[in-house]
């Protein structure tokens, strides 16, 4: 049972353009959304949150979008720089402590 | 403030042995949860401690165990290694439960486990 997913394994996106990543997740019981990015043979970076009391975050180039009705959120990168070129996964925590659950994963490459 | 710190990086056990893993968390987080990587089934919750106790625990068999120490940091062990057992041992620490930012959690840079 994936309760979020990440339908897209990979997005290729020009430099200096927008990257739109997207999640969307089946639990009604998940209040809380994090986006990490992640290189090879490194561990997962904290990029940015979303509590569902909220349908927007922003945080310098990147803003993350929640639709609670649709059980969907999206990340923004704005403008796309190819050190942005990661595997970017989407999680949700749940069970009333840090047991988080993470999407597949999609991997974006930014092209100069 | 220096981040999460995993030791050792590389492993390289034989199926059967066991192996233990390290984890110091960032310098006043005391929960640390630690998480399996295959290319198979993504990354996956194994086990969450606090105050030296397990809060919560992942679909793993028996032979994943996990302890804290009264300085937050954390071991995890695998007994009777399997092949399946291969993967990227991620530690992740963050502050305690309750306080805000408390689901931010922040990764080390992971343990490589080969098994043969």
């Known amino acids: 049972d994936q309760q979020v997913k990440q339908n897209s394994p990979s997005l290729s996106v020009q430099e200096g353009r927008i990257s739109i990543l997207n999640c969307d997740y089946t639990n009604s019981m998940f209040d809380y959304f994090l986006w990490y990015k992640k290189y090879p043979a490194e561990g997962p970076t904290f990029l940015i949150s979303?509590?569902?009391?909220?349908d927007k975050n922003e945080d310098g180039r990147f803003t993350v979008f929640l639709n609670k009705s649709a059980k969907h959120l999206s990340l923004h990168i704005v403008p796309s720089q190819p050190g942005d070129s990661a595997v970017y996964f989407c999680?949700?925590?749940?069970?009333?402590?840090?047991?988080?659950?993470f999407g597949g994963g999609t991997r974006l490459m930014v092209k100069p | 403030k220096a981040g999460v710190t995993q030791t050792p990086r590389y492993l390289i056990k034989t199926r059967g042995q066991q192996v233990t893993l390290s984890c110091s968390p960032i310098s006043g987080h005391r929960s640390v949860s630690w998480y399996q990587q295959t290319p198979g089934q993504g990354l996956q919750f194994l086990f969450e401690y606090f105050s030296e106790t397990q809060r919560n625990k992942g679909n793993f068999p028996g032979r994943f165990s996990g302890r804290q120490f009264s300085n937050s940091r954390s071991e995890m062990n695998v007994s009777t290694l399997e092949l399946g057992d291969s993967a990227l041992y991620l530690c992740a620490s963050s502050l305690a439960p309750g306080r805000p930012y408390s689901y931010e959690q922040y990764f080390g840079p992971g343990t490589r486990l080969t098994v043969t």
């Open positions: 999680a949700a925590p749940h069970n009333a402590g840090n047991m988080l659950t």
């Open positions: 979303i509590s569902s009391i909220k």
